[in-house]
Every structure is written in structure tokens, then in C-alpha cells.
């Protein structure tokens, strides 16, 4: 199998370390960025707007993939369908709630909503071309099937390479602490960590530290930094300086109103750090409820503070849940378990012989 991946920026990072596992499965791979090679409008820079995407041909005629996967809904998977090359697209959220949210909070001037209804209607053309939809958990596969039921829909979680994840230092916080980590870039997500203020008062001793930044930072900060306990760190370097985080923090804290398939959460565990996370979308099928950490109702801030309580309190189970933690994520989310599974549901569904 030739596979040609076109990915996001912020992702090729991680689709490296999937095509490192896939080679290794005799899967011939290309890995570029997708705007280089396919773009056009509604594209951020102008310059792109009328291109003639030749840079794509060139690289379909040097390469020949027999499948082209990608991991977001753009141009790229456009040309791959009008090139009638089998298209696989990878769904990292939960795309219609997505642009609903953008519709109602950051995309509400005209030329927004514009630019909204048009990346609607290239995602919706790469849906209905794909031969396969590949969603990040189970939850999401269900709303996927329910929307495309003549389509073949097949989980693809997020892989991870434990070995990346170790102890390492070079960050001082004060303990106890609980460490979050997670962005401020949609709305329905971020705004869960409103539950922290009532959760504060009660833990001053304490320390929280949120790592990560967004737009909606500034809808959150002034309700949290009034506490002493509660510091932001803004974003982090990613892996070092993420590694450093996660090295450092007694517990990790995952406060979401909606996700599919959290990075963090993986990362956390595989750090032997004990987890307390909203149980919502597809993150129940990342960690395992009182064995690698706890699940708490959206918006219930008491539920939330005894669960942090316990592990703040009780080192034993903290240290327990946190070696499950990294048990669990590495035996069911490392690239090489997620590239053979990759490799097996592509072959159940293409012929490529």
C-alpha cells in the first residue's frame, strides 16, 4: 500500500509518528503539510485563492499513492476525490457542533460567515467522496453513522508513543497541585472550567495551574485569578515543555464541556498522574472510572472537588491509579497497536491488490 498523508500543521507532529509505525507494517508512506501542496478559498492568504493546485498533480504523478489520507476536511481531500483516488478522512471532533459554535460565538461578521459556509461545504463534499470516515472515538462513530448510514464508518483513535512520556525537570510549582492542560478555542469546551471558582474556595491550600491558551481565555481568567491558588500559564512548548508540566503536577484535571479524543488525557496517564476528567463525549473511552482516575458530571463542582479531595489526600491510590494510567494507555493506544488497526480496517473495506 502507497498511502499519501495530507495533514494539519498543528498535527504533523504526531502523523509522523504514525507513519514511522505503518512503514514498519511495510505501508509505504508520504507525509506532507496540505495546504502547501492544495488550497484555495476561503484560505486565510489571498495569494491562494485562484491557484491552480499544480503542486498537487506533481506530487500525485511522482508519488502514486494508492490511498490518500487526511486529517482534516480541506482542499487536499477535494483534489484527491476529483483525481477519483480513495479517500480516507479522519475526524478529529465533532465537526456539526463545531461550526454550529463558531456560528454563534466567533464567526458572526459577514465575511466570517462566509468564509463558515464554505468550509461547511468543502467538508461536507470530502464526507460524501470518502471511501472510508474514520472519527477519533466511538461516540463520535456513532453520530457519523447515524448522519452517513451508507457510508463504511470505522473508529481510528489518536495514537501515542509512550516512550516520549518520562519524568524529566525543569518546572517548580507548589504542591499539592492539580494541573490542567487543555485549550480555550471552542466555547462549549472551555467554558466547563467555570465550575472551578467553587472548587477553589474550597481546596485554598491547594494550588491550581492551568496551562493552555485560546481565544476564550480572557472569558475565564478574571473569573479564576482572583484566587490565590490559581495561576495561568499561557501555553507550553510542545513536547518539552509539556513533559516538564505533566512531570511536576499531582494530579491532572481535564475540565470539558465536549471532546472526542483528548491528547492530554493519554498524556496524563501515561505520566503515572492519577486523572479526575468531565464525562462527556468520547473521554470516558480514554481512561478507565476508578481505576486510572475518576469521571465527574458536567457542571457538578462538588462531585468534582471530592474526587480531586481523595486523590490529593490519599498518596496510595494516587500512585495506584496513576501506574494503571500508563498501563492502560500503552496497551491499547501506541501507534503500533493503532497503525495495525489502521492497516486491517483499510483492508476490509479497499481493494488495493
Known sequence: MKLLIGGSSSKIFHL??????????????????????????????????LTT??????????????????????????????????LLVHLRGNHWEEIKMARETLYKSLPKKIALQKWEEISEKCFEGSKIILPICNFLSDIVTKRYQNKPVETLYQGISPSNWYHTDGMKLKHPCVGLLQGATIWDKTKEMLVLPKVLEKMPNVTFYWAGDGPYRDKIIPKLEKFKNFQWLGALEYPGKVRQFLSEIDVYALLSGIDMSPLTLQEAQLMQKPVVATNVGGIPELMRNNKTGFLTKKGDHDELFKKLEILINDEKMSQKMGNAGKEF????????????DFKAKVEKHLDLS
Open 16 to 49: 509522523q509518528e504514525f507513519v514511522n509505525a505503518l512503514e514498519k507494517l511495510n505501508v509505504e508512506c508520504k507525509l506532507v503539510f496540505d495546504a502547501d501542496y492544495a488550497n484555495g478559498f476561503p484560505s486565510r492568504k489571498l495569494g491562494t485563492w
Open 329 to 340: 494507555i500503552s496497551n491499547n493506544f501506541s501507534w503500533e497497536i493503532i497503525a495495525k
Open 53 to 86: 493546485n499544480s503542486k498537487f498533480n506533481d506530487l500525485i504523478s511522482n508519488f502514486k499513492p494508492d490511498v490518500i489520507f487526511v486529517d482534516r476536511q480541506r482542499h487536499f481531500g477535494l483534489e484527491a476525490i476529483k483525481k477519483e483516488i480513495p
